[in-house]
């Protein structure tokens, strides 16, 4: 009889310990579980350059950064189209600058600063894909930068 009174009471205790640490770690917020992942931050929108249209109206493509990169955001543009890029009165030209298009949508795009570039875009894929451009194509010195896209 003493033997079963001891074990209820060790059974009663773990029951209990077990409470009190379930109990505990529901209310533990500051800990970093693993399977509660935070969902990633939206880019915040910013306006470093000025973009006109070829006839001198203004657009409003977004831009945002991307580490040190300057990301212009073509991915829901029209098949064709056109922007001139120049930088803020008081500012100077990002490190780098890229643009996102998406593939299937745009087939090239063009780049002219201090070179001309022209940038093939796969087909295939539906995802939206950065494309940075190489150093020379403008330097702190350019004026502005043209950039045309197509269908083809």
Not at 123 to 151: F, K, N
């Amino acid at each position: 009889m003493a033997a079963l009174n001891r074990r209820n009471r060790l059974g009663l205790a773990g029951f209990m310990g077990t409470v009190v640490l379930v109990a505990g770690c529901s209310h533990v917020s500051a800990v970093h579980w693993p399977w509660s992942h935070k969902a990633p931050v939206a880019p915040t929108a910013v306006n470093e350059l000025v973009e006109m249209g070829s006839n001198g109206t203004a657009v409003a493509y977004p831009q945002y950064w991307k580490r040190n990169t300057l990301l212009v955001d073509l991915h829901e543009a029209a098949t064709e189209g056109s922007l001139v890029l120049t930088p803020r009165t008081g500012t100077q030209w990002p490190v780098r600058l890229a643009f996102r298009v998406t593939p299937g949508s745009i087939g090239a795009l063009e780049v002219s600063g201090e070179q001309r570039m022209i940038i093939p875009v796969a087909q295939e894929g539906g995802q939206p894909i950065d494309l940075e451009l190489v150093p020379g194509v403008y330097t702190p010195t350019t004026a502005q930068i043209t950039v045309r896209w197509s269908a083809r």
